[in-house]
């Protein structure tokens, strides 16, 4: 029997199991995909309406970290998380101290469980940076950084995730540059 030739209801229940990609990567199904303009409408419909709703399940846990969602099936591969400062310090000291921050939690590791292309990082500060204010913390046997303003959340974050064989990519002007500290930090291996 084709694909087609199914009640709909039927292939959205296919639908929904391609959605979450927690068994194979959304590409595996990039044949089915592109097999008709009629699967492909109905995929970007119903895999991103599914894949939206179990990322606004796992954001409710992730508190300080906001989501792009995407559009269309083709989109689904690729997160983009933004760490805003201002929720990661959340009225705590404004010292990164040894306390997990409260979004390294089962949610976001079930984030970077899923088979996605890449998962996007992105810092954003919604204050100036005041060079004079020791905000940012000296990792034990090196000096302070200066200029990594709300990057060091991302440094500190990844270094806690401890996830370094995760597609994790980091696009920041300011921490670019500083690829010496980061080796140092042990946070990442390599930045894209």
Same mark, same amino acid.
């Given at each position: 029997?084709?694909?087609?030739?199914?009640?709909?209801?039927?292939?959205?229940?296919?639908?929904?199991?391609?959605?979450?990609?927690?068994?194979?990567?959304?590409?595996a199904y990039?044949? +089915?995909?592109?097999?008709?303009?009629? &699967?492909?409408?109905?995929?970007? $419909? #119903?895999?991103?309406?599914?894949?939206?709703?179990? =990322?606004?399940?796992?954001?409710?846990?992730?508190?300080?970290?906001?989501?792009?969602?995407?559009?269309?099936?083709?989109?689904?591969?690729?997160?983009?998380?933004?760490?805003?400062?201002?929720?990661?310090?959340?009225?705590?000291t404004r010292?990164?101290d040894k306390?997990?921050?409260?979004?390294?939690?089962?949610?976001?590791?079930?984030? +970077?469980?899923?088979?996605?292309?890449? &998962?996007?990082?992105?810092?954003? $500060? #919604?204050?100036?940076?005041?060079?004079?204010?020791? =905000?940012?913390?000296?990792?034990?046997?090196?000096?302070?950084?200066?200029?990594?303003?709300?990057?060091?959340?991302?440094?500190?974050?990844?270094?806690?995730?401890?996830?370094?064989?995760?597609?994790?990519?980091?696009?920041?002007?300011?921490?670019?540059?500083?690829?010496?500290?980061?080796?140092?930090?042990?946070?990442?291996?390599?930045?894209?």
């Open positions: 029997m084709p694909f087609l030739d199914l009640p709909i209801e039927l292939r959205f229940e296919v639908y929904g199991y391609i959605a979450i990609p927690h068994s194979a990567p959304l590409s990039r044949g +089915l995909y592109q097999s008709c303009q009629q &699967i492909k409408a109905e995929m970007d $419909s #119903e895999c991103v309406k599914v894949f939206k709703a179990h =990322l606004l399940e796992i954001a409710a846990g992730l508190p300080g970290i906001h989501m792009e969602f995407p559009t269309t099936f083709g989109t689904m591969q690729r997160l983009h998380l933004i760490v805003r400062e201002i929720e990661y310090f959340n009225g705590r010292y990164i306390t997990p921050p409260e979004f390294c939690t089962p949610q976001f590791r079930s984030l +970077l469980s899923l088979h996605l292309l890449s &998962i996007t990082i992105s810092s954003k $500060s #919604e204050r100036k940076h005041d060079p004079d204010e020791d =905000l940012y913390p000296v990792h034990e046997g090196f000096e302070p950084v200066e200029d990594l303003s709300p990057d060091w959340i991302l440094l500190d974050f990844l270094r806690r995730m401890n996830r370094s064989e995760s597609k994790i990519e980091i696009h920041s002007q300011q921490i670019m540059g500083k690829r010496a500290v980061l080796h140092a930090c042990g946070v990442v291996k390599e930045l894209v």
